[in-house]
C-alpha cells in the first residue's frame, strides 16, 4: 500500500498536536506491514525548510519516500483546494500519482483525483467557538470540513466526545466517522533533564504548577492564573506557576494585568520549548493543570500522566473519555472551584501521588503504535478491504 499524506502541518509556526500526530504516523505506518509506503507532501517551502522540518520530527526512515514539494505555497493552495476544487496532488508528481490512498490529517482537504481520501478532524471547535479563531482560520476550517463531507470516504477522530460534536455541528454525517485514539509518547524524563530544565528557566527548588498549551482563548489559562493569584494573596502556596508552549491568537490579555503584577517572578512564560525540555517540564511539576473551555482530545493531560504528575483538568467530555480515573475535574469558569481544588491538592502530597498513579496507569493504554495500526485498518477499509490487514 502507497499512502500520500500532508505532512504541511509540520511546517506550521506552530505544529501543536496535530503535528505530532501526523509525524508519529509519517513515522510509524510503514513499519506496520512490508511493503508499505509514505509519501509526504507539502505546500511551496524551500528545501532547506522542508529538510529541517523533517529533521526535527525524525522523518526521513525506511518507507518513507522522500517529500514532494508542490509549486503552490500554503495559503493558495488551500484556498484553491476548497474553494475549485483543484489541483489534484497526484497530477502533479508521479510519486503521487502512483499511491492508493491519499489522507488528509487536518482540514487543508485535497481533491482526491479519483482515490480514496481519509480525513482526520480532532473536534468541532471552530462551529461551538467561533470568537477564539481569526477570520482566515474559521474560514478555512469551516471550507476544510465542508470540502471533507464532500470528499472523504471516512473520517478519523480522536475520541467519541469530537465524534459526537462533529455529527453534531458539521455536515459530516456519522457513519463515515471512525474514533482513533491519538497516541502519547512513553519516554520519562530523567532527574538530570528535570535538573538541567530548572536550571535553564531559573526555577530553581521552589515547587511548581505547570499549564502546556498555545496561548489562545480556548485555552482559558487566565482562569488558572487568577485561580493562582488568589491562593497567592492569602500566602496559600510557595508555589511557581508555570506557562509553557507558544503564542497563538489573542495572546494578549489572556493573563490580567494586575494578577501578573501581583504573582511578579513567581509567574514564568517559557515559550516553545523542545520534546526533552517538555517532558523534564512536566517530571518536575507538582501538578499540571488545563483548565481550557474545550478540548477534542487532550495530549497534554496524557503527557503530564505519563510522567507521573497528578493531573486536573476542566470537566469537558473528552477530557473524562481520555483521562478517566487519572485526573480531577472541574468546571472550566469556576474560578472559586480551581482556586479550591489547587490549594487542596498542593497542600496534600499523599493525594497528588495517589492521583500521579491513577494517571500513569491510565496513559499506558494509549501509545502512537496503536494509534498507527487503526489508522491503517482505516486505509484497508478506505480501500474496500484490499490489502493485508
Known sequence: MRIALNVEQLLQPVPGGTGRYVARLAALLPALCAGDEMVPFVAFHRAAQVAAAFERFGLGGPGVAAPVVLPWPRPLLYDVWHMLGVPSPAK????????????????????????????????????LFPEAYTKRGLRFHRQGVAAAARRADLVITASR????????????????????????????????????????????????????????????????????????????????????????????????????????????TVGQVPDWELRALYAGAELFCLPSLHEGFGLTVLEAMVQGTAVVCSDLPALREVASQGAEYVAPADLDAWAVVLGELLGDPSRRQRLAAAGRERAAEFGWEDCARATRAIYVEALGGAGEP
Do not use: M
Open 92 to 127: 502533479h508528481s508521479p510519486s503521487l500519482a502512483s499511491c492508493d490512498l491519499l489522507h488528509a490529517p487536518s482540514p487543508a482537504v485535497p481533491p482526491a483525483g479519483g482515490r480514496p481520501l481519509v480525513v482526520t478532524l480532532h473536534d468541532a471547535a471552530f462551529e
Open 161 to 268: 466526545a469530537a465524534a459526537a460534536e462533529i455529527a453534531a455541528h458539521t455536515p459530516i454525517p456519522a457513519e463515515r466517522l471512525r474514533v482513533i485514539p491519538d497516541g502519547v509518547d512513553h519516554i520519562v524524563a530523567s532527574p538530570q533533564e528535570v535538573a538541567e530544565a530548572r536550571a535553564k528557566h531559573r526555577l530553581g527548588d521552589v515547587p511548581y504548577v505547570l499549564w502546556v498549551g498555545t496561548l489562545e482563548p480556548r485555552k482559558n489559562v487566565g482562569t488558572l492564573v487568577r485561580a493562582f493569584a488568589r491562593l497567592s494573596r492569602r500566602g496559600a502556596v510557595p508555589h511557581r506557576l508555570v506557562l509553557a508552549g507558544p503564542e497563538g491568537w489573542l495572546t494578549q490579555g489572556q493573563v490580567d494585568d494586575s494578577d501578573r503584577a501581583l504573582l511578579g517572578d513567581r509567574l514564568r
